[in-house]
């Protein structure tokens, strides 16, 4: 709480209150206070209002109730012909919606009815102003950080001025540097596509000369199969003549047997 009461708004809350008795509740949330005020720890204070407005005693009523003991519940009982949210015990039933049992109706009333735009105007106002303030008192006195030389004693809209050209100067330092890495990854990638370029007219150059050589190789085959063939015809007319020139010679001698027999 001490690390946050300067930070965000603080409502003390007792939780499961309904494990304490109603003197018990009351000597707690004293204790409580006590200790809050001990540590100087600051917690949320309810706007001042005219004693003569309803708004007073609505506030009155709320600061004695601080801190706020609550009952937690997610079951549904029926009481007294009633449907309500509460804790079933053996003694009877804590209710989470009754005042005499806890306060939280006081609690939400006051956080999303009552008091809610209070709340926001102190976190905006109070909250971070103060927040800012030390932030502009850091720079101008040195806290938390070095101050050069150079723009010490500036006020603090010329700090951040000189801040904002140092910021401008780091975004384009950066923007340059990744301008660098992003040349230097497009030329990797395009040299890799080179190489695989290069790689594939190789291989067309391989697969072309390959098949050059066996167009070659079919056409001197296609060459010599056409020769064997003109040898082979060649011959096989040969013996075909051959042939008929012993058949009409065969013929001649035998009607010259004829002849001399008559």
Same mark, same amino acid.
């Given at each position: 709480?001490?690390?946050?009461?300067?930070?965000?708004?603080?409502i003390p809350?007792? %939780?499961?209150?309904?494990? $304490?008795? %109603?003197?018990?509740?009351? @000597?707690?949330?004293?204790?409580?206070?006590k200790e809050?005020?001990?540590?100087?720890?600051?917690?949320?204070?309810? !706007?001042?209002? !005219?004693?003569?407005?309803?708004?007073?005693?609505?506030?009155?009523?709320?600061?004695?109730?601080? !801190?706020?003991?609550?009952?937690? #519940?997610?079951s549904? $009982?029926?009481?007294?012909?009633?449907?309500?949210?509460?804790?079933q015990?053996p003694?009877?039933? %804590?209710?989470?919606?009754? +005042?005499?049992h806890?306060?939280?109706?006081? $609690?939400?009333?006051?956080?999303?009815? /009552?008091?809610?735009?209070?709340?926001?105007?102190v /976190?905006?106002?109070?909250h971070?102003?103060?927040y800012?303030?030390?932030?502009?008192? %850091?720079i /101008?006195?040195?806290?938390?950080?070095?101050?050069? #030389?150079?723009? #010490?004693g500036?006020? !603090? +809209?010329?700090?951040?001025q000189?801040?904002?050209?140092?910021?401008? =100067?780091?975004?384009k330092k950066?923007?340059?540097?990744?301008?660098?890495?992003f040349?230097?990854?497009?030329m990797?990638?395009?040299?890799? =596509?080179? @190489?695989?370029?290069a @790689? =594939?007219?190789?291989?067309d150059e391989?697969?072309?000369?390959? +098949?050059?050589?066996?167009?070659?190789?079919l056409?001197?085959?296609?060459?010599?199969?056409?020769?064997?063939?003109?040898?082979?015809?060649?011959?096989?007319?040969? #013996?075909?003549s051959?042939? +008929?020139?012993?058949?009409?010679?065969?013929?001649?001698?035998s009607k010259?047997?004829k002849k001399?027999?008559?």
């Amino acid at each position: 709480m001490k690390r946050l009461h300067d930070k965000v708004n603080i409502i003390p809350l007792i %939780a499961k209150a309904d494990t $304490l008795t %109603a003197e018990e509740c009351r @000597d707690f949330k004293k204790q409580i206070m006590k200790e809050i005020e001990e540590n100087k720890i600051k917690i949320y204070e309810f !706007p001042e209002m !005219p004693e003569d407005e309803d708004d007073s005693k609505d506030n009155k009523v709320l600061k004695d109730r601080v !801190p706020f003991a609550v009952v937690g #519940s997610n079951s549904v $009982l029926e009481v007294n012909g009633k449907r309500v949210r509460g804790r079933q015990y053996p003694w009877g039933v %804590a209710e989470v919606e009754n +005042l005499e049992h806890c306060d939280f109706i006081t $609690l939400r009333n006051m956080l999303i009815r /009552t008091h809610m735009q209070d709340l926001k105007d102190v /976190t905006n106002n109070v909250h971070y102003e103060n927040y800012r303030c030390r932030k502009l008192t %850091a720079i /101008t006195a040195g806290e938390g950080r070095k101050v050069s #030389s150079k723009v #010490s004693g500036k006020n !603090p +809209l010329s700090q951040f001025q000189d801040e904002k050209k140092e910021h401008d =100067l780091k975004m384009k330092k950066m923007e340059a540097e990744m301008e660098q890495v992003f040349e230097m990854k497009v030329m990797e990638k395009k040299k890799k =596509l080179k @190489d695989s370029e290069a @790689d =594939l007219r190789r291989r067309d150059e391989q697969m072309r000369k390959s +098949l050059e050589q066996q167009q070659r190789e079919l056409e001197e085959k296609r060459k010599q199969f056409e020769k064997d063939k003109a040898v082979f015809d060649e011959s096989v007319r040969l #013996s075909g003549s051959r042939m +008929l020139n012993n058949k009409s010679m065969g013929d001649k001698k035998s009607k010259d047997k004829k002849k001399t027999l008559f």
